[in-house]
């Protein structure tokens, strides 16, 4: 704690030393020339939920939350988003008034990615795969039916995993096997499993009756030119990496602690980009 009024915020892990929200933040406070601070918060946890409620009343504006601790932030929460609700996850909260609010902004940031990044993509054009249905698929899958795209396949290794998540989004969302992901009229593909990570086993997944006019996301971004980008975009498909999702997702955190509305530019992603060399 910084000993002065300034907003002091950081992000909650563990381990959390690899998070590059202290540099995301750390260059927005000092393009803004903004007081405050952002750092690295590691916590285990058996000590989660003591820790976050002294920060809370030890003059700091919030967190951002990292594995392992999503869930557990979302139990502690005095009140949720909708989004963090129905992916069941928080990864930001905000202390305000003595009480303990979460947000989930990986739907808003995979979103915001995407009007950057694949600006010709419209919710109205057509059905949308999902592969993965971990924390991050729910909250592609959350992002994509509240932007509108009204056919969700939902493609997992695990089937009773795509079957709850099915479950918990209603009608518009299936579950397909990787054999039959129904790929032949979709007109966006999200990898959202951890295959084409480095360390990770890659991602096989055949693109020929990919229709060409579909985009082409990733939110892997380690690496950030994954392989299926690298197919995708060799076949002619507009592509999207996954540094966009991890800028975005940390704008609604920042604006709430620092009272400042960021944006993500070149300069920020160079400044991220340097963090992942
Ligand atoms: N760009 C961003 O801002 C952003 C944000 C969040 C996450 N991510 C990235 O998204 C990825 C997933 O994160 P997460 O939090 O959703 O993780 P998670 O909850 O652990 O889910 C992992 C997903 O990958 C699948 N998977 C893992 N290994 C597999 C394998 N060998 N074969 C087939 N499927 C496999 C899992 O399938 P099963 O259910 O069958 O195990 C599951 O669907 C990670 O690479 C993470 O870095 C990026």
Redesign the pocket.
């Known amino acids: 704690m910084n000993g002065s009024s300034a907003p002091m915020a950081g992000v909650l892990g563990w381990p959390v030393r690899h998070s590059l929200s202290p540099r995301l933040h750390g260059h927005w406070l000092k393009r803004y020339d903004l007081p405050g601070s952002y750092e690295h918060l590691p916590v285990p946890p058996e000590l989660f939920e003591g820790y976050v409620r002294a920060l809370a009343t030890n003059g700091y504006a919030g967190a951002n939350v990292t594995l392992p601790h999503k869930e557990a932030a979302l139990a502690l929460c005095d009140e949720v988003d909708p989004a963090a609700r129905a992916i069941g996850a928080v990864n930001t909260l905000i202390f305000r008034d003595g009480r303990i609010e979460g947000q989930n902004s ?1 739907a808003f ?1 995979f979103l915001e990615s995407l009007r950057q990044d694949l600006p010709a993509w419209k919710p109205s054009t057509g059905p949308a795969v999902v592969l ?6 729910r909250a592609i899958v959350f992002a994509l039916k509240s932007a509108g795209v009204s056919e969700i396949r939902v493609v ?3 089937a009773a ?1 795509a079957e709850r998540l099915v479950a918990d989004f209603g009608s518009s969302v299936t579950a397909r096997p990787w054999t039959a992901a129904g790929l032949v009229d979709t007109c966006l593909l999200v990898n ?4 084409g ?1 480095a360390g ?2 890659p991602l096989e997944l055949d693109l020929q009756s990919l229709p060409s006019t579909a985009a082409v996301a990733d ?3 380690q690496p950030l030119r994954t392989e299926l980008l690298s197919r995708a975009s060799a076949a002619g498909h507009a592509t999207m990496d ?2 966009g ?2 800028l975005h ?1 940390a704008r609604p955190g920042f604006e709430a602690w620092f009272s400042h509305r960021p944006e993500v530019d070149a300069a920020l992603r160079a400044a991220v980009l340097e963090g992942l060399t």
């Open positions: 990986d940031g993965g249905a971990g924390g991050a698929a997992n290794r695990s995993r959202a499993t951890s295959l990570m990770q086993p939110i892997v971004y996954g540094l999702m991890l997702q």
